[in-house]
């Protein structure tokens, strides 16, 4: 219960911090305005400070993730994240004016719905020693996400769709970002260790590696908040990838582990839920490309 409920609250932050970012990045096009001498767009003015705490959150929320890697199963606490797509998208919806359709509450509610499943299914099972972690499998797996993620991202970019762009970059995001959590819980408790910080050099290897992975997912969501992708487009594929991908981790990485009932229904539901919330999207694109 403390995995989850460290899981629910990081969600919440986060998906808050994240929207205030997208809100306040192009405050700084006025910079940019005034040194190129055109100073005629002023819209933006003074949005620049939500834009930095929004980064100033995402950043000490590692603290979360820190104190759930010693609590329980990493797949259980990144599995809540889907709940924080409800205050995201009252956010995205009244402060930044986002549209919202009633397809969009339906998608959401879904997802909330299989964070619920999740939830169930770290009730009724063991916690993951996670000191059983196959350091060469974990290693195969960050090398191919470290190779195929630019070909996805610039994929996404050269599509010309916002929409393409925002599922590209927000899916790859959300992968590089659900490595966080896993790789600080493997550094944590590398060879055994009951502390919350590593007590073996190549634990904390790894746990600096989090770190790594953290502000990359970081700033591959800037680059793409900079070419305009809307957040309500972007932050429920990133959604969709933190909850998901770790478990199909867990899979590779970890000796004889295979996600339960209710993790597989929760996978199944979450899934259900985004391809709801972007159905319309899905559809509009499938024209345009025809």
């Known amino acids: ?26 405050s700084f096009d006025n910079i940019r305005d005034r040194i190129s001498g055109n100073s005629s767009r002023n819209e933006n003015q003074g949005k620049h400070f939500i834009y930095l705490l929004g980064l100033i959150i995402t950043n000490l929320c590692f603290i979360f993730v820190i104190l759930a890697g010693k ?22 919806r009244y402060v930044m004016k986002e549209k919202a359709t009633l397809q969009n509450w339906l998608g959401v509610l879904i997802i909330i719905i299989g964070c619920f499943f999740m939830g169930i299914a770290a009730q009724n099972t063991d916690s993951i020693n996670m000191s059983l972690v196959n350091l060469r499998f974990l290693v195969l797996v960050l090398i191919v996400i470290a190779g195929i993620s630019h070909f996805i991202i610039k994929w996404g ?32 408790n590398f060879s055994n260790n009951d502390s919350l910080l590593p007590a073996h050099p190549i634990g904390w290897l790894f746990f600096l590696l989090s770190f790594v992975a953290s502000t990359s997912s970081l700033l591959i969501s800037q680059y793409a908040y900079s070419r305009r992708v809307y957040a309500s487009q972007f932050l429920p594929h990133y959604s969709v990838a933190y909850v998901t991908m770790p478990v199909f981790i867990q899979m590779i990485i970890l000796p004889d582990y295979l996600p339960g009932k209710f993790e597989i ?3 199944i539901t979450i899934i259900t839920g985004i391809i709801i919330f972007s159905e319309k999207e899905f559809r509009l694109l499938h024209k345009k490309l025809k």
């Open 1 to 26: 219960m403390i995995v989850l409920c460290l899981g629910i609250i990081y969600s919440c932050i986060i998906h808050i911090a994240r929207s205030m970012q997208r809100f306040g990045i192009h």
């Open 71 to 92: 609590f329980g199963s990493t797949s259980f606490f990144t599995a809540m994240y889907g709940v924080g797509m409800l205050p995201m998208l009252l956010f995205t």
């Open 157 to 188: 970019k050269k599509s010309g769709h916002m929409f393409k762009d925002a599922m590209a970059a927000g899916f790859t995001a959300g992968v590089i970002a659900c490595l966080d959590p896993i790789l600080k819980s493997t550094g944590q």
């Open 265 to 267: 229904i929760g996978i």
